[in-house]
């Protein structure tokens, strides 16, 4: 049976994932900052290499050597440029962009041992046009969807894909506290100006996660799979 590591698997998106994958039959073992009851939950902050290091050792331990990746692990920030202040784009950047850094860099080594391997990198639609007021985070994020381009290169030959799948507008604690706060405009609005009509839900994503790890998706690296109802925004 395939080892996942899902990050952020506690909330939202990754939680979907996390489910998914378990239906799928993968062992899944999660990443995040708190603990959650399911098995195989893992505590570390993902902007720290060494207690990302003495998750996956566990991991390793329980479960074996990790091949599937999910980065899902994400922290959004609304504030006009000029007042964002350089700790808080620090750390927006560290969570979105050096959190995946740290985390491929960490299971890479199973992987290539393998000569399989399955990435996959949620970014989020706000690359497609900007999104205001969200500087740090969409500056993040569209470096994970250059770094995911970048090391399929690297590494399809040695068997692991790496794709990126940037969600738009998914109904998770994340949107909700973002909404209810007043940055995201009338939700109503935005349901209308979607082409499908609805807003979207974690288990889309995780439907989209789950056919980029599958066997069959092996033709499929350096891809941004867009899932957002044809907002595109
Ligand atoms: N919801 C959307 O519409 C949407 C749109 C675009 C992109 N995204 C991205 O999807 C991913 C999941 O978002 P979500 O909406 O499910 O949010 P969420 O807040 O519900 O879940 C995010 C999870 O990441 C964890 N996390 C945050 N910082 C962490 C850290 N430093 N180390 C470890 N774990 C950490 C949180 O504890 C939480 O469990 C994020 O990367 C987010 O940026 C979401």
Request: aromatic share 6%; charged share 20%; net charge negative.
């Amino acid at each position: 049976m395939k080892n996942a590591v899902v990050t952020g698997g506690g909330s939202g998106i990754g939680q979907a994932i996390a489910n998914r994958l378990r239906a799928d039959g993968y062992n899944v073992a999660i990443l995040d900052l708190t603990a959650s009851d399911t098995e195989f939950s893992f505590v570390a902050d993902v902007t720290d290499r060494a207690a990302i290091d003495e998750a996956l050792t566990g991991i390793r331990a329980q479960l074996g050597p990790v091949s599937i990746l999910v980065n899902a692990a994400g922290l959004d920030s609304f504030k006009k440029f000029q007042d964002v202040s350089f700790e808080r784009w620090l750390r927006v950047i560290d969570v979105n962009l050096h959190g995946v850094f740290h985390c491929i860099q960490a299971v890479l080594p199973d992987m290539l041992e393998a000569g399989w391997g399955r990435i996959v990198n949620i970014s989020s639609s706000s690359t497609h046009s900007g999104a205001p007021y969200m500087a740090p985070y969409v500056a993040a994020k569209s470096a994970v969807n250059g770094l995911t381009k970048t090391l399929a290169l690297e590494y399809g030959p040695s068997g692991i894909t790496v794709n990126a799948v940037p969600p738009g507008f998914i109904d998770t604690p994340m949107l909700r506290a973002a909404a209810d706060k007043g940055f995201l405009g009338d939700i109503e609005q935005t349901i209308a100006a979607t082409p499908v009509r609805r807003i979207g839900r974690p288990e889309d994503i995780a439907a989209a996660c789950a056919f980029l790890i599958s066997e069959e998706a092996g033709y499929i690296t350096g891809q941004i799979l867009g899932v957002n109802g044809g907002r595109n925004t």
